[in-house]
């Protein structure tokens, strides 16, 4: 039973280059959560998302950051024209069944991440 | 705006003896609290959760406590091995399913 997937498991890009990073959930997951996590600090949510649909977005930077889960394929996160301050790690997680509101909120697994070096 | 304090940021412990990290909460409709392990370039591992409805929860070694009333949750490793050395992260539900993360606590086991 295969986790949650990342590649590129690293990634350089020069400033201004646009990175892509993929993620592909637990089978039988469809909830899809992206995390970045700077040198020496905790996880910093980003987006959520639902196939086909942003569920909630509020952690992503309005600017050259960009999101999606289409129905076929895995998630992508995408960050355009890049700086040196997005260099991190980025996480996916993926859940089977997010709470409802009010409800329980099962288990979020991670991706072993995407560690992008920006130049 | 949704906040998780974490303490200690680090903690050094002898083998055997017990760890014990803290963490506070800010929303109050939070209601799940997973602690996650990570080792040094890996991924975040769940290692145990509680949910609002309860107010302790044990497996083996690891046990964790929550108080609603004071929005505290706590870590309690007992017998601890050089194994346990990694960095800790607690966390709490926020709205529409996010978690909101502590900024860590480095524990190192000194065999």
């Known amino acids: 039973n295969a986790g949650v997937m990342q590649n590129p498991r690293h990634l350089v890009r020069r400033r201004g280059q646009e990175a892509r990073l993929r993620c592909s959930p637990m089978?039988?997951?469809?909830?899809v959560y992206w995390y970045r996590q700077l040198p020496e600090e905790g996880l910093k949510f980003m987006v959520y998302?639902?196939?086909?649909?942003?569920?909630?977005e509020s952690g992503m930077p309005k600017e050259r950051f960009s999101a999606e889960f289409p129905k076929e394929g895995p998630s992508i996160l995408r960050i355009q024209q890049v700086v040196r301050g997005d260099s991190a790690a980025y996480f996916c997680?993926?859940?089977?069944?997010?709470?409802?509101?009010?409800?329980?909120?099962?288990?979020?697994?991670f991706g072993p991440g995407t560690r992008l070096l920006v130049l | 705006g949704e906040n998780v304090e974490q303490h200690p940021s680090t903690l050094s412990v002898q083998e055997g003896d017990s760890a014990v990290i803290k963490c506070t909460y800010s929303?109050?409709?939070?209601?799940?609290f997973p602690w996650y392990k990570q080792e040094l370039g890996k991924r975040p591992q769940l290692i145990i959760d509680?949910?609002?409805?309860?107010g302790e929860k044990k497996d083996q070694r690891i046990a964790v406590t929550l108080n609603k009333t004071a929005k505290h949750f706590s870590l309690h490793i007992t017998e601890t091995q050089p194994e346990d050395s990694a960095v800790y992260f607690c966390?709490?539900?926020?709205?529409?399913?996010?978690?909101?993360f502590g900024a860590g606590t480095r524990l190192a086991v000194h065999p």
């Open positions: 997680a993926s859940s089977w069944n997010p709470g409802l509101a009010g409800g329980p909120l099962e288990t979020q697994y």
């Open positions: 089978k039988g997951h469809s909830h």
């Open positions: 998302l639902q196939k086909e649909n942003i569920i909630d």
């Open positions: 929303d109050s409709a939070s209601n799940y």
């Open positions: 509680i949910r609002s409805n309860v």
């Open positions: 966390a709490a539900s926020g709205g529409y399913n996010k978690l909101i």
